[in-house]
């Protein structure tokens, strides 16, 4: 789950692809309204919990997230979890292979 901000009202369900029969849903809650001084004005944004949920898609999909939120909610944010968990993973095999070949160029260059 991440902490999000916009300048408009977001939508609690946006719907941003359909691909080989999943959909890909960007689901908000506890959306705020937050009044923020500038140097020249007052602004509003709105802050908001966000994950992002892939599910099957189906007939009547919007109806099924509605009458679904929460669950779907709970469900984006273990996806998401186990994306950064893969992620930190990655990143941290690519760690090891640089330090690895880092220390293979300095011998062979005489310097370690």
């Known amino acids: 789950m991440i902490k999000a901000e ?9 719907l941003r692809k359909t691909e080989s029969g999943s959909v890909y849903l960007r689901l908000r809650s506890n959306i705020e309204e937050v009044e923020r001084e500038t140097e020249e004005e ?5 802050q908001y919990d966000e994950v ?3 599910i099957a898609n189906r ?3 919007i109806d099924y997230v509605e009458n679904n939120f929460n669950d779907l909610f709970e469900l984006g944010k273990e996806q998401m979890a186990k994306v950064e968990k893969t992620l930190e993973e990655k990143f941290e095999e690519q760690e090891e292979s640089l330090d ?10 005489g310097l370690i």
């Open 6 to 14: 916009s300048k408009i009202y977001p939508d609690s369900i946006w």
């Open 52 to 54: 992002e949920v892939v």
């Open 100 to 109: 690895d070949l880092w220390e293979e160029f300095l011998k062979s260059e």
């Open 42 to 46: 007052t602004e509003t944004v709105y």
């Open 59 to 61: 007939p009547s999909l």
